[in-house]
């Protein structure tokens, strides 16, 4: 169970679909369900991002599932994530938690929702399914939260994004917060999203007080 968080726009998507892209071009029976956009406008993007994963969607090993927003409740929502993993889905990414929550009828408190995607997760750990949850966090820089929507504990992994303001340009930074079987690499790196794809950068030990969101070069 990974967790991938940050503040909206800053490539929460873009790098769960290359885990995607991964596990369905090495066999692996993959799908995402997306609550954010329409999965026309996610194979666009992800075309013009050349992340390739609109060939492995039309060959079927990559399933995508577009959600109508007010149209399910969660119990269908979870059914038709319980269906596909009865099918043979091992790999599942959920885009994004904030949908989920926004967009699905029937559940009368944000409590009541909360409950059942904790319910759904825990299904799909007991079935020993990878899942990738997307979940965004309201700021764009200053204090790290790791999720907004209480679900850190559930999660095996966490990975953040988040943006910084260095040499007076916006960029982006990834690290990893947690990894609950083994051990990690501590250290931030840089992350560029354009049209040559994702580009994952050094370490940036020439900086300190990167998670403040203005670092200072360390001479």
């Known amino acids: 169970m990974t967790v991938i968080s940050g503040p909206s726009g800053v490539g929460k998507?873009?790098?769960?679909?290359?885990?995607?892209?991964?596990?369905?071009?090495?066999g692996t029976p993959s799908a995402g369900f997306l609550f954010e956009e329409l999965?026309?406008?996610?194979?666009?993007?992800?075309?013009?991002?050349?992340?390739?994963?609109?060939?492995?969607?039309?060959?079927?090993?990559?399933?995508?599932?577009?959600?109508?927003?007010?149209?399910?409740?969660?119990?269908?929502f979870a059914a038709d994530v319980r269906e596909a993993v009865e099918g043979g889905v091992e790999v599942v990414m959920i885009d994004g938690i904030p949908g989920y929550r926004l967009g699905l009828r029937g559940s009368d408190t944000?409590?009541?929702?909360?409950?059942?995607?904790?319910?759904?997760?825990r299904y799909l750990k007991r079935m020993?399914?990878?899942?990738?949850?997307?979940?965004?966090?309201?700021?764009?820089?200053?204090?790290?939260?790791?999720?907004?929507?209480?679900?850190?504990?559930?999660?095996?992994?966490?990975?953040?994004?988040?943006?910084?303001?260095?040499?007076?340009e916006i960029r982006k930074v990834v690290g990893v917060l947690k990894k609950r079987f083994s051990d990690f690499e501590q250290s931030l790196r840089e992350l560029r999203i354009d049209t040559d794809g994702v580009t994952l950068g050094g370490a940036l030990t020439d900086r300190r007080g990167i998670l403040t969101g203005v670092p200072e070069r360390i001479e």
């Open 13 to 26: 998507t873009t790098l769960g679909s290359l885990f995607l892209r991964s596990s369905a071009a090495g």
């Open 39 to 76: 999965r026309d406008d996610y194979l666009y993007r992800a075309d013009q991002l050349g992340l390739g994963v609109g060939q492995l969607h039309a060959d079927g090993p990559l399933r995508l599932f577009e959600v109508e927003s007010l149209t399910q409740s969660p119990d269908e």
């Open 128 to 168: 020993g399914v990878t899942t990738i949850l997307i979940d965004e966090v309201g700021s764009l820089a200053g204090s790290l939260d790791a999720t907004d929507e209480r679900v850190s504990y559930l999660a095996d992994n966490i990975i953040f994004l988040r943006y910084v303001e260095m040499d007076g």
């Open 110 to 121: 944000e409590q009541e929702l909360t409950r059942e995607l904790h319910a759904l997760c």
